[in-house]
């Protein structure tokens, strides 16, 4: 049976939701009995989100078959508790990319290479590809920028297309707009919405449905009144309205009919409430909610904190982990490079290292990392954290001189981090990190034993430094252990402190496999002795 597209587009302005719209539709099609997967197309040059600044572009979402790609992967995966490969993430840069050499190659016979047809038949090629390489009953296609963006025009045109060569029976668009309603005023406006569709079908789109953003309900006569102006029924204008978490909106867009539409629109009636995971989810998206019980402050003491999509899925996994506990987590973003106070952390139940790279801010990494083992404060650090608290460690308890990493000052005398060995003939920045998912090998009897009940992991990778293994025996006499490793031994990937409340240190990214209901469990032991 021919796979059935769903282009989710946006207006008006960025950030408006579409990722959330996008794995909502997702998830209200598995939880219907339907094999489904998600489609992130960003118009940007870049090849890929590796190489983006954080604070600019969000959080870079490492993929399980290493790719460097858009935060929105990473709502795809967390809602639909699947992993998405790299290819599902499609730029610009990739689709030039590969037109360029088929026309070195001489692939195209002769012919005067152009946006169309041949950017937009790779387009499609590639979005088709997924649909049946993976023999998807659903792919959900979600067009990155705003309509009217120069670089988006190409892949809209390529879904337009689509629509035309598939027939409407198998294509629908959803818009993703904004009502903004002005305190000065009061009422909902409607004229946003009314542009940006106008502007979509000017290109030759005409959305099915409208995903309208606002703060309260979309009241009756502002839904009649987009309608009309937009050449859709009042029922395919959807409110999507304020909620307490993101996993609440499947329930929204549910409760205004929209599995019936969709159904009914690609000739599939009667195949709503197919499935017995309902109940499962909405108990997960309650979890997210209803925390009533202890409220936990961590301190996330990190680089890109002006921009709290920097660490999405960090703030995803605490809270999915205090979801499972039952425990509310309240999370304070604290900027490494300007923190000078640092009994000011003495008020947190405990503290956080997310990952990063550079110079700037790293001497706060490593007072902080030192203030949380003399203090006895909960500590988890994460790849970037990982490596500061050794150095942090090599410089308070082993009393090594110029204990550095070599990323931070490359004449360190003590290299506690150091350059893997295979990246220091690497010349090129993008794409060359050490990614995506590798086994690691757990010791017994330590913390990281108890926490994953396992003497074998595969977690997500995304650095260039590791600790270098010579200063190891040192390190474990002062008693700070390395009680997980890979690539035989290689590789040190995680460190802890036995005799300290709770301190860890992981080489990986464990909040690249954290989901709600199913969090992951460094994050679990962290919150569970920050709650003690």
């Known amino acids: 049976m021919q796979t059935k597209f769903i282009f989710v587009t946006g207006g008006v302005m960025s950030g408006l939701g579409k990722g959330v719209t996008t794995s909502s539709i997702a998830k209200l099609l598995q939880l219907s009995n339907q094999k489904v997967s998600c489609v992130k197309i960003d118009p940007y040059l870049n090849y890929d989100a590796g190489t983006m600044n954080p604070i600019a572009h969000g959080e870079v979402f490492v993929t399980e078959d290493g790719g460097e790609c858009d935060m929105d992967i990473g709502n795809y995966e967390r809602f639909l508790n699947q992993n998405i490969p790299k290819n599902h993430n499609i730029t610009t840069a990739q689709v030039y990319s590969d037109v360029i050499e088929s026309e070195r190659k001489g692939e195209f016979l002769g012919a005067c290479v152009q946006i169309i047809p041949h950017i937009?038949?790779?387009?499609?090629?590639?979005?088709?590809?997924?649909?049946?390489?993976?023999?998807?009953?659903?792919?959900?296609?979600?067009?990155?920028?705003?309509?009217?963006?120069?670089?988006?025009?190409?892949?809209?045109?390529?879904?337009?297309?689509?629509?035309?060569?598939?027939?409407?029976?198998?294509?629908?668009?959803?818009?993703?707009?904004?009502?903004?309603?002005?305190?000065?005023?009061?009422?909902?406006?409607?004229?946003?919405?009314?542009?940006?569709?106008?502007?979509?079908?000017?290109?030759?789109?005409?959305?099915?449905?409208?995903?309208?953003?606002?703060?309260?309900?979309?009241?009756?006569?502002?839904?009649?009144?987009?309608?009309?102006?937009?050449?859709?029924?009042?029922?395919?204008?959807?409110?999507?309205?304020?909620?307490?978490?993101?996993?609440?909106?499947?329930?929204?867009?549910?409760?205004?009919?929209?599995?019936?539409?969709?159904?009914?629109?690609?000739?599939?009636?009667?195949?709503?409430?197919?499935?017995?995971n309902w109940d499962e989810w909405n108990k997960i998206a309650e979890s997210m909610v209803s925390q009533k019980d202890q409220k936990i402050k961590i301190a996330m003491v990190g680089k890109y904190v002006t921009l709290a999509d920097s660490y999405v899925s960090v703030n995803h996994a605490l809270k999915h982990a205090g979801a499972k506990l039952g425990k509310s987590v309240q999370i304070d973003w604290i900027d490494s490079e300007s923190i000078e106070d640092f009994n000011k952390l003495s008020k947190y139940d405990g503290i956080l290292v997310p990952g990063g790279f550079g110079t700037r801010g790293s001497e706060g990494i490593i007072k902080t990392a030192n203030y949380a083992r003399e203090n006895n404060i909960p500590y988890l650090g994460i790849c970037f954290g990982f490596q500061l608290a050794a150095i942090a460690f090599g410089r308070s308890v082993l009393n090594l001189e110029d204990v550095d990493s070599t990323e931070i000052k490359p004449e360190t005398k003590n290299p506690v981090v150091d350059l893997l060995p295979e990246q220091k003939e690497v010349a090129d920045l993008g794409g060359s990190l050490r990614l995506g998912a590798h086994k690691i090998k757990v010791k017994p009897d330590t913390l990281a034993d108890k926490i994953y009940d396992?003497?074998?992991?595969?977690?997500?990778?995304?650095?260039?430094?590791?600790?270098?293994?010579?200063?190891?025996?040192?390190?474990?006499?002062?008693?700070?252990?390395?009680?997980?490793?890979?690539?035989?031994?290689?590789?040190?990937?995680?460190?802890?402190?036995?005799?300290?409340?709770?301190?860890?240190?992981?080489?990986?990214?464990?909040?690249?496999?954290?989901?709600?209901?199913?969090?992951?469990?460094?994050?679990?032991?962290?919150?569970?002795?920050?709650?003690k």
Do not use: W
């Open 454 to 531: 396992s003497d074998s992991i595969v977690k997500r990778h995304r650095h260039r430094y590791e600790i270098n293994k010579k200063y190891v025996p040192e390190f474990e006499k002062k008693g700070m252990i390395f009680s997980a490793e890979s690539d035989e031994g290689k590789r040190m990937e995680i460190l802890e402190i036995p005799d300290h409340k709770f301190y860890l240190g992981v080489q990986f990214h464990p909040e690249f496999n954290s989901r709600p209901g199913f969090p992951e469990k460094a994050f679990v032991s962290f919150i569970e002795a920050a709650s």
């Open 120 to 276: 937009t038949d790779e387009i499609k090629n590639r979005i088709r590809k997924i649909a049946s390489d993976e023999e998807l009953d659903f792919l959900i296609v979600e067009c990155g920028g705003t309509v009217g963006d120069i670089e988006s025009l190409p892949f809209l045109e390529a879904l337009r297309q689509m629509r035309v060569e598939d027939g409407p029976k198998n294509i629908i668009f959803v818009h993703v707009t904004l009502a903004p309603a002005l305190d000065v005023v009061g009422e909902q406006k409607t004229k946003p919405t009314q542009h940006s569709v106008q502007e979509l079908r000017r290109i030759g789109i005409q959305p099915d449905f409208l995903a309208v953003r606002c703060t309260q309900p979309l009241e009756e006569k502002t839904k009649k009144k987009i309608a009309l102006f937009t050449n859709v029924t009042a029922d395919d204008v959807l409110s999507c309205h304020d909620a307490k978490s993101i996993f609440e909106v499947p329930q929204i867009l549910y409760d205004q009919g929209i599995l019936d539409f969709i159904f009914t629109k690609f000739g599939k009636v009667g195949m709503v409430n197919t499935s017995a």
